[in-house]
């Protein structure tokens, strides 16, 4: 750590088991809203144990197997020896109750969705929370269970703090070794004072400040940057997207002149991008950047090229040769940043291990070849994605880009049907650009999590005035999501979409029918290829 910052922003830390819960993350993401930084390791993983040596306080994740089961996953000895206050949640309870010489027995019902626990005990967990009261004067939670197994037995010196007309013991605790267990989820909203006992946990009990903040984080990344890369040069290859613009931006703070970016226009963005990105950072900031006019390049390498995988490949390859090609050139410099951020790096972790929940089959950049021999600067590779918007908001990026829906690495390569032509890919953005003008227009932008409009390269007959059109089709895409693995078709006023249609086929020449996607993922995907 540099002596240099003002703040120590990792001196209080929480180490996260994951016990393999959909909700490990999310867990993570709530405690660094609180203000404290954490790191998730697999509650096997050899490095955990060191890591524990040195935080505040430790968290179970729940997870879907059962400890009523043979060789499930356990809670590793060397977490009692470091004396720091626990909290296992869900599965982590029922682990820790095993562990501890409780018993856990299958629950004749599993308990999903909305629960009210009455808080039967005293404790500093729950002290002064509490949603409502029930007819005997207890103070009750609404909280959120998903869970099989419940604990049926405590172990020596735990007494129930919380319960439930079928969990007894839906919340735990041994408050001399300050060790918590909740039976419900605390990070998920439905659970409405989650982020409070979250809070408690961290700041009364581990005893945490919160330092982990926006404003620290960048001066911490900003000194760490400056220790890293000394007086070199380093690249980075700008899409506009919200990694790659957070990355610019606290390059830019940290070494000023030492950073060059490379902006490839592959001519696949959308309307007025390119102009876009070089206005925020060439203009306003000072930033250094390489504009690459690529358009004439990836059409070429497009042409007759009708299937989506191919097409993906063949874009992918021509910027890395591009931003090769440019790289090459900028002859002093040593380091090539990237936007990696905390879940690419918590993948690659749980790929190399072989436990991967979701492998991710979309990567934007591959790596340069060897013989370029630039060592890698990764300021991101901490902080979840909303971090990342937070520290762009605060460096002051357009609202705009940094809270903007995801845009496919190919770009309006794989929005337009089959082969991608400058026609298409030039109507395709006027009928795109009006979507969004009027999502924003219509406070719809941020309550869809993604959408766009789809070339279809088919023509469809229409008539304006007198005259009779044979022009193109497209289809409108929103849809709303959590992960992205799966979704639900935005069910958007039809008056919205009368007002777009007309728009799109009144202003602009060349289409003449406007769909809207009824899809949901599963059985379609987000995007069209
Ligand atoms: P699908 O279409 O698979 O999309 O349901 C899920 C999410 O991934 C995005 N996506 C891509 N992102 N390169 C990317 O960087 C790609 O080739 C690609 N294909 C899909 C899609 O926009 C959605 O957010």
């Given at each position: 750590m540099n002596s240099s910052v003002a703040t120590d922003i990792h001196s209080q830390r929480i180490?996260?088991?994951?016990?393999?819960?959909?909700?490990?993350?999310?867990?993570?993401?709530r405690v660094r809203e609180i203000g404290v930084y954490c790191e998730i390791f697999s509650w096997d993983a050899e490095t955990a144990q060191a890591y524990a040596q040195n935080v505040s306080g430790i968290i179970l994740s729940?997870?879907?197997?059962?400890?009523?089961?043979?060789?499930?996953?356990?809670?590793?000895?060397?977490?009692?020896?470091?004396s720091v206050p626990i909290l296992g949640i869900c599965y982590g309870m029922q682990a820790l109750a095993n562990k501890l010489g409780g018993e856990v027995s299958e629950a004749s019902e599993r308990e999903f969705g909305f629960a009210q626990v009455s808080i039967v005990q005293n404790n500093h967990l729950f002290s002064d929370l509490y949603d409502n009261k029930n007819q005997q004067g207890q103070a009750c939670l609404d909280v959120w269970m998903s869970h099989g197994d419940k604990v049926t037995k405590l172990p020596q010196g735990f007494s129930t703090i919380a319960s439930t007309n079928s969990a007894q013991h839906a919340a735990i605790a041994d408050e001399d070794k300050r060790i918590y267990g909740l039976q419900f989820h605390p990070e998920v909203t439905h659970t409405k004072k989650g982020k409070e006992i979250l809070e408690r946990f961290l700041k009364d009990i581990c005893q945490c400040k919160a330092?982990?903040?926006?404003?620290?984080?960048?001066?911490?990344?900003?000194?760490?940057?400056?220790?890293?890369?000394?007086?070199?040069?380093v690249i980075l290859g700008l899409s506009g997207g919200v990694d790659s613009s957070v990355v610019a931006a606290l390059l830019h703070k940290a070494i000023g002149q030492q950073l060059t970016c490379i902006f490839v226009d592959n001519g696949l963005l959308r309307l007025?991008?390119?102009?876009?990105?070089?206005?925020?950072?060439?203009?306003?900031?000072?930033?250094?950047v390489i504009r690459v006019d690529a358009e004439h390049r990836f059409l070429a390498a497009l042409k007759n090229i009708n299937d989506p995988e191919q097409k993906r490949k063949k874009i992918g390859n021509l910027?890395?040769?591009?931003f090769e090609e440019e790289a090459r050139k900028i002859k002093d410099a040593r380091w090539l940043a990237q936007g990696t951020i905390y879940p690419d790096v918590i993948e690659s972790a749980a790929a190399s291990t072989g436990k991967a929940h979701l492998i991710k089959s979309h990567h934007n950049?591959?790596?340069?070849?060897?013989?370029?021999?630039?060592?890698?600067?990764?300021?991101?590779?901490?902080?979840?994605?909303?971090?990342?918007?937070?520290?762009?908001?605060?460096?002051?990026?357009?609202?705009?880009?940094?809270?903007?829906?995801p845009f496919p690495g190919p770009g309006l390569g794989v929005r337009i049907l089959g082969e991608v032509k400058k026609e298409y890919a030039d109507l395709l953005r006027r009928a795109d650009n009006i979507f969004i003008q009027e999502l924003r227009k219509h406070d719809l932008y941020?309550?869809?999590?993604?959408?766009?409009?789809?070339?279809?390269?088919?023509?469809?007959?229409?008539?304006?005035?007198?005259?009779?059109?044979?022009?193109?089709?497209?289809?409108?895409?929103?849809?709303?999501?959590?992960d992205f693995m799966t979704a639900r078709w935005a069910h958007l006023p039809y008056d919205f979409l009368d007002l777009v249609s007309r728009r799109i086929i009144n202003e602009i020449d060349g289409i003449s029918r406007v769909a809207y996607d009824i899809s949901g993922k599963p059985p379609a995907t987000i995007e069209w290829e």
């Open positions: 180490l996260i088991l994951d016990y393999g819960s959909q909700y490990t993350q999310l867990i993570a993401r729940g997870g879907p197997e059962s400890v009523t089961s043979e060789d499930t996953p356990h809670i590793p000895d060397y977490i009692f020896a470091t330092n982990w903040t926006p404003t620290n984080i960048i001066e911490d990344i900003v000194h760490s940057v400056r220790d890293q890369v000394g007086s070199e040069h007025h991008e390119g102009d876009q990105v070089m206005q925020t950072f060439s203009q306003h900031m000072g930033v250094k910027f890395i040769e591009i950049v591959g790596g340069l070849p060897d013989d370029m021999e630039l060592s890698l600067v990764e300021p991101l590779r901490e902080l979840f994605k909303d971090e990342v918007r937070r520290l762009g908001d605060e460096m002051g990026l357009p609202y705009e880009m940094i809270h903007r829906h941020d309550q869809v999590s993604q959408a766009f409009t789809v070339f279809l390269p088919v023509k469809s007959v229409g008539v304006m005035g007198d005259g009779r059109k044979y022009q193109y089709v497209v289809s409108l895409r929103a849809v709303e999501t959590i």
